[in-house]
């Protein structure tokens, strides 16, 4: 077979364009801590400017998802399945969209947390926003595997990493169930609109831990193929 034709059959690795997309829902995610210390300021300028942010980082990753698999070729030797990197994009669209709706409910909603429950939504944010950058740190490992063959220390590594970033998404549920049940104790304190909110804010939270667990459960699909 001429060579340029075995090149044309031979895929670069999707893996620098997959780290591109999810450094934005990163991004996104970032954010979500100085928009819930603004909402708790009652600074709702600046809580509109951060949502406007997480909603231009999410349309970014949304647009690099789209590039990829309007780009990704159907080559018959690529360095992993194709099947594989869609699922992988699939799982990040989710988690930046998760993102969005997080920033969308608290700024929409002009959110006033009672002030017994800030403590309690503080902490479960920051450990939902350490569940997605425990995947950034998993990510960043991506063309290291692949030299690797996903095979050795730096496959052991990452699977050290992706069972971490399980425990740590099972502590974000364990935080959102104290939440809701504090939550549900100040149901007689609270107008049933805002008992709502708050409830639908601490499932999207939640939400947005399992779907980075999703993402690291991805990845380590990688590892068994």
């Known amino acids: 077979m001429p060579e340029k034709a075995l090149c044309g059959l031979v ?26 210390r603004s909402a708790l300021d009652e600074d709702w ?3 509109q ?22 780009h990704l070729p159907s080559t018959l030797f690529m360095p992993i399945p194709r099947s594989d990197v869609l699922d992988l994009l699939r799982a990040q669209d989710s988690l930046a969209h998760c993102a969005s709706e997080i920033a969308r409910l608290v700024a ?13 939504i503080r902490i479960h944010l920051l450990r939902a926003v350490d569940t997605v950058a425990h995947v950034m740190a998993v990510v960043e490992k991506l063309d290291e595997l692949l030299e690797s063959r996903f095979r050795g ?25 104290e939440a809701t049940i504090k939550l549900l104790g100040m149901k007689d304190q609270l107008p049933a609109a805002e008992l ?22 991805r990845l380590e699909q990688l590892l068994a193929n």
């Open 196 to 217: 709502i909110t708050l409830d639908k804010l601490i499932e999207y939270i939640a939400d947005m831990a399992a779907q980075a667990k999703q993402v690291g459960l």
């Open 49 to 70: 400017l951060i949502e406007q942010q997480v909603r231009e980082l999410s349309q970014e990753s949304e647009r690099v998802s789209r590039d990829v698999c309007l």
């Open 108 to 120: 929409l909603g002009r959110m006033r947390l009672h002030p017994a429950m800030q403590d309690e």
């Open 11 to 36: 895929a670069r690795s999707p893996f620098k364009q997959l780290r591109c997309q999810y450094e934005q829902v990163h991004g996104a995610v970032q954010l979500l801590l100085p928009l819930l």
């Open 45 to 47: 300028q600046r809580v």
């Open 153 to 177: 220390h730096e496959a052991v590594l990452v699977q050290a990493m992706i069972n971490e970033l399980i425990n740590i998404e099972y502590s974000s549920r364990q935080r959102r169930d």
